[in-house]
């Protein structure tokens, strides 16, 4: 029998813990922390070398939150039209291609042939490569190409719904509208799977504790109510302010798994394993920018200095998708920056999964091992909110390593 | 950084997509007219026309539409991944075909599961409902179901941006 006394250990620290939940049978707990995944399913895992002495680069980007969610809108400026598709937060990989979708389809009946896409992150290829899909001739303007933009200084993972509105700001339609882009997005991402390169891939993701994962350390602490909240301070307070959808496409992405007794590999007393899409910078930008040149896209490198600038295109209809930075070219005050930095270490194909642990994520890409305080401070979905601090914090990345430094160096490899 | 007024009037006036297409629908009022003539127009006279629909029409091609069209197309025409919209690039695919040519695809392809199994009468209203749905405002005379006088009838891109002036026809101008 593989399994050991997982859930007699964890009844006796629950019963210890104040204020916890107690599982009152076995069965109960493994329902609790779904299912449990069957034995020798895990594979024996090279442990992944995480040291401070490794980090090659620090990178900071600021995601785009806008409480009302992305702005989907069509707006006359000069004599264009320009149809907005920014302020996807924490969110704008995963959405990027549902994004485009109803941006291009808002677009369509304009019945224009000539488009014009301003921005090269994320957004502004999917939208470019979506257009033409649907027939248009676009040509992206852009400061920078994709490998400067802030979209590629985010961890690159499928996070749809990671700072993405406000419960308070959003329309009582965009719960809809969120779940049909990210129906569409998964769906068009699958088209990269399994191409050259791993453009978009699946890693596995371990999810460890060492306490129950349970509700309670699910549940968010009670709002502090002296902090007030979004609506009387302009910026989220709480993170049960933030809106959450993932429950609404469960049907279609892969749940995460309960290893039970000796399957569980990492020196803590709980993992889950959950496989989770990711996007490869290098693969997948060069497989886009190849798709639109293929398209016959252009590129003009060009800065705009403000909205009146567009009236100088050619083009009529113009596809703003310029994130965070709409909020000073655009003058959308209503974009909040939230901090996000990530470190990278040398790529570590052997060590080819996810891990998180202790408020910190590893994940093992293509273009190397990268390394995030997800949660070091406690603030969860708060960490990082109205900070536009955009220099790397060395210290910061220094804490997240130091977890998979320590959890590594209690790992047991085992035997083949 | 100096910032347009007339911009951050409209930025806090855009609510939502109906409002900034309304808006859309304004600026290119004056193009109606020009829009009536199709951008592949044949060679011989007479021009196609704007269809006609009645209110009626619509609303009973939008209960056709919810029984038998919507668990494929969405209940707000959106359509999905691998299944076509109903509104949007439906327009950019149909502007300007004779209406008799989608009535007969309607006719003969649709329901796909059961194709041709509607009535002429409600796939005439379905069309009439696809023409609300797309920015066409009802009329007083109903769509027919005769598929001459449909030929007679274009579908309309009532959103469509005013044709460029001096321009070589299917070529935007390029300044460069």
């Known amino acids: ?416 | 950084m100096a910032q347009h007024p007339i911009f951050a009037k409209q930025a806090q006036k855009a609510r939502g997509f109906c409002t900034a297409l309304l808006a859309a629908t304004g600026l290119v009022a004056t193009a109606h007219a020009a829009l009536a003539a199709p951008r592949h127009a044949p060679a011989a006279p007479p021009a196609p026309a704007a269809p006609s629909f009645t209110a009626e029409q619509a609303d009973h091609g939008a209960q056709i539409y919810a029984g038998t069209c919507a668990m494929c197309h969405g209940a707000a025409l959106e359509g999905a991944h691998d299944m076509p919209p109903l509104r949007g690039l439906f327009v950019a695919r149909w502007a300007n075909t004779s209406l008799n040519k989608l009535y007969a695809y309607i006719t003969h392809a649709m329901p796909l599961m059961a194709p041709g199994t509607l009535p002429p009468q409600d796939n005439i209203d379905v069309i009439a409902f696809l023409l609300r749905e797309n920015g066409t405002e009802p009329g007083h005379t109903p769509l027919p179901a005769d598929e001459n006088r449909l030929a007679q009838m274009v579908f309309p891109a009532p959103n469509a941006l005013p044709p460029v002036k001096a321009a070589q026809p299917g070529k935007a101008p390029r300044t460069r």
């Open chain 1, 1 to 416: 029998m593989k399994r050991r006394n997982l859930f007699a250990a964890s009844l006796a620290a629950g019963a210890l813990a104040a204020g916890r939940k107690s599982w009152a049978s076995v069965p109960e707990a493994a329902q609790a922390m779904g299912r449990t995944a069957p034995p020798g399913t895990v594979p024996a895992l090279t442990p992944a070398r995480v040291h401070a002495d490794q980090i090659m680069d620090i990178k900071v980007c600021l995601r785009p939150f806008r409480p009302a969610g992305p702005r989907l809108e069509i707006e006359p400026v000069a004599d264009k039209i320009v149809v907005h598709n920014y302020g996807h937060g924490g969110s704008g990989w995963s959405l990027s291609w549902g994004s485009a979708a109803m941006a291009v389809e808002r677009a369509a009946p304009l019945m224009e042939k000539h488009v014009a896409v301003i921005g090269c992150g994320i957004i502004g290829l999917t939208t470019a490569i979506t257009a033409q899909r649907a027939g248009m001739n676009v040509t992206i303007y852009a400061r920078d190409m994709l490998p400067h933009t802030r979209s590629v200084r985010a961890n690159g993972s499928w996070t749809p719904d990671s700072r993405i509105a406000l419960i308070t700001a959003a329309t009582p339609d965009f719960a809809a509208t969120w779940e049909r882009m990210a129906r569409y997005s998964w769906q068009t991402y699958r088209e990269y799977l399994g191409l050259p390169g791993n453009p978009v891939d699946f890693r596995d993701n371990y999810l460890l504790s060492d306490t129950p994962p349970d509700e309670a350390d699910h549940t968010e602490p009670a709002p502090d109510i002296s902090k007030g909240s979004y609506a009387s301070t302009g910026v989220p307070q709480s993170e049960a302010e933030f809106a959450k959808y993932a429950d609404r496409i469960k049907d279609i992405i892969p749940a995460a798994e309960l290893l039970a007794g000796a399957d569980n590999p990492f020196p803590v007393a709980y993992a889950r394993r959950k496989p989770i899409m990711i996007y490869n910078f290098g693969a997948f930008g060069h497989a886009l920018l190849s798709d639109f040149y293929q398209a016959g896209g252009r590129i003009e490198i060009r800065e705009f200095h403000s909205p009146s600038e567009v009236a100088d295109l050619p083009e009529r209809v113009v596809f703003n998708c310029t994130g965070y930075a709409a909020r000073d070219l655009w003058g959308d005050k209503s974009l909040i920056p939230v901090r996000g930095q990530t470190a990278w270490l040398p790529p570590q194909p052997a060590a080819n999964y996810g891990v998180r642990y202790k408020g910190a994520a590893m994940l093992s890409k293509s273009d190397g091992l990268m390394v995030q305080g997800v949660n070091l401070s406690g603030l969860g979905e708060l960490e990082g909110v109205g900070n536009s601090m955009e220099q790397p914090n060395r210290a910061e990345a220094e804490q997240a390593v130091a977890v998979f430094e320590d959890l590594f160096s209690r790992f047991r490899p085992r035997r083949g």
